[in-house]
């Protein structure tokens, strides 16, 4: 049944966070943008907040009313034409009422107040995120399983994309006299009135129909980027990692703007909230929690810029996620969190330097808890779950970077960029053939491997010696063993023959007591299936040696990659 788009919002936000509540008024602009006449509109409703006051800018009337459920029909008399548009408006009130059963609602408080449109304003259309996913309660219901991601290769889904709705944004959020309001886009003005105080937001671009409200005493740390206003939004005590964060959001717009193309808006706003998990990117607004402000990189044994990476992750997502929004099929988040990721290991890499990312993915590799504990599952383009988008998918794209080069890889991303624009409603597989487009002939196994199956690479350097031939000169023989294998859904392995490239290492000794010191070798080596000695001659003494050093390729177990060098007379 069509319905409506939501084009712009505008929102009037009362924040009383002793009190524990909130009010908004709220008028939805839409537009018929389908070929067919509406003669309803679906309104739904959030059932732990009171929705009222809905009217329209024509006469209609209220069709249906399911308020445990949160669904309203409301007939227009006179059906929307095709281009035509109206104006909806609404109230929304939320106030404490008792106790919840299990958990504490904590989006207004009196110190750190937080939530989102999700959670609280209505939303146009049948709502299919609503339904049942868990296969048990559906069966319950006697329902068919039904997967949140469709198919992949669903020509249907086409027409189903995630953060679809591009809107035109502006609020005026109030709030106690003591505190700041914060919404997404630029703040315009600001004033006060009695006790409280107000804050008017618009955007200078369109941004996605996601979006989020906060309060609280915040000190604001303020930046230019060329004509960008950076703020930081944080507490008056979380002042630790503001530098590092700063440093990461210019170095992350100089290179995606590089890469990818302009930043759409003329602010960025990165916003504290409390709690101990991690951030979450908006068009134009990154939060981060509290959690966040107190890690100290500086205890970090493995001397990484934690806070670094992380806002460049999610600074790139103003690229992969924000203005790319995937389609809600099968490989969905290669779109979004992969290239993200991705995009953030070549900003870590330019800044701190190829040895500073080395550590990063080797870190991430060797986590046990993102581990996981067998190889059955789909192949990299339709896989959904969470070590495949943050983890594997990154790790490829990286991988493919350092076989057929950055500018190769991030070209194809631009290209992919470019369909977006024309319209072109983008999958993995649009992904796929740009990648395909950019990689020579010879390394296409690779590429399919690393995507189009789910691949493993079992690697080891078996052992490690070498001789002095001349001064400062220094022959290393590499005994490796390696495999490849393909894995499917149901955890059937199928070895493959090998014929593949991959990169052998040679490294001096490490004051530091580092897994490997600077490099004296680093190549590729044709490497088959099975025993085999590399032999190479470095410009120095070797302490180390082994296969995939820089761990491109999918191997779950790294700690056999090195070995020591075993010194000859």
């Known amino acids: 049944m069509p319905q409506p788009r939501l084009t712009g919002v505008n929102l009037h936000v009362e924040i009383y966070p002793e009190q524990h509540r909130a009010s908004i008024l709220g008028t939805y602009h839409l537009a018929n943008r389908s070929a067919a006449a509406i003669e309803s509109i679906h309104l739904a409703t959030i059932p732990s907040v009171a929705t009222e006051a809905v009217t329209f800018d024509r006469p209609a009337a209220l069709a249906l009313a399911d308020e445990a459920l949160g669904y309203r ?131 200078d671009a369109p941004i996605g129909n996601e979006y989020a409200f906060f309060s609280a005493d915040y000190a604001v740390r303020e930046e230019l980027w060329h004509d960008v206003a950076i703020r930081i939004f944080h507490h008056p005590q979380h002042t630790r990692n503001l530098d590092r964060m700063l440093r990461s959001v210019r170095a992350s717009l100089d290179y995606y703007t590089d890469q990818f193309g302009p930043y759409p808006y003329r602010h960025l706003s990165l916003v504290e909230q409390p709690g101990y998990g991690g951030m979450h990117a908006y068009a134009s607004l990154i939060t981060f929690q509290e959690g966040f402000s107190l890690f100290d990189p500086q205890r970090d044994p493995q001397a990484l810029d934690l806070p670094f990476s992380v806002v460049a992750h999610e600074v790139a997502h103003q690229w992969w996620g924000s203005y790319l929004a995937p389609i809600r099929v099968e490989g969905n988040p290669l779109l979004s969190e992969s290239l993200a990721q991705y995009s953030a290991y070549q900003v870590v890499r330019k800044t701190y330097g190829q040895e500073h990312l080395r550590r990063l993915i080797l870190s991430e590799r060797g986590a046990e808890e993102e581990t996981p504990h067998g190889r059955a599952a789909v192949p990299l383009l339709r896989a959904t779950d969470e070590f495949h988008q943050y983890r594997k998918g990154p790790w490829a794209m990286y991988a493919l970077s350092q076989y057929i080069g950055e500018e190769r890889v991030n070209g194809a991303l631009r290209r992919l960029l470019a369909q977006h624009d024309s319209g072109v409603l983008v999958t993995t597989l649009d992904l796929y053939r740009e990648l395909q487009a950019a990689t020579p002939d010879s390394l296409q196994y690779l590429l399919h491997d690393l995507f189009e199956a789910n691949s493993f690479w079992e690697l080891k350097a078996e052992r490690a010696t070498a001789e002095q031939i001349d001064a400062d000169i220094w022959q290393v023989m590499v005994d490796v063993r390696a495999r490849k294998v393909v894995v499917d859904e149901a955890g059937v392995e199928a070895e493959v023959p090998m014929d593949d490239w991959i990169e052998v290492g040679v490294f001096a000794p490490d004051d530091e007591g580092e897994a490997a010191g600077r490099p004296l070798y680093m190549q590729m080596h044709r490497v088959r299936s099975g025993a085999q000695t590399i032999t190479v001659t470095v410009p120095g003494k070797p302490d180390r040696a082994g296969i995939d050093p820089s761990y491109l390729l999918i191997d779950l177990e790294m700690g056999d990659n090195l070995a020591e060098v075993e010194i000859g007379k």
């Open 73 to 203: 029909i409301y007939s227009l008399t006179t059906p929307l034409q095709p281009g035509d548009q109206l104006r909806l408006s609404f109230e929304v009130r939320a106030e404490p009422r008792g106790f919840r059963n299990t958990d504490v609602d904590d989006s207004v408080v009196a110190n750190g107040s937080f939530f989102t449109n999700e959670e609280w304003l209505p939303a146009i259309g049948y709502q299919a995120n609503r339904e049942l996913n868990d296969a048990g309660m559906r069966q319950a219901h006697g329902l068919a399983p039904r997967p949140f991601f469709r198919s992949l290769y669903a020509v249907e889904a086409r027409q189903d994309a995630l953060g679809e709705e591009s809107i035109v944004f502006e609020a005026v959020v109030g709030t106690d006299d003591d505190q700041i309001a914060v919404a997404p886009g630029a703040l315009r003005e600001t004033w006060t009135a009695g006790d409280r105080r107000y804050f008017r937001y618009a955007t």
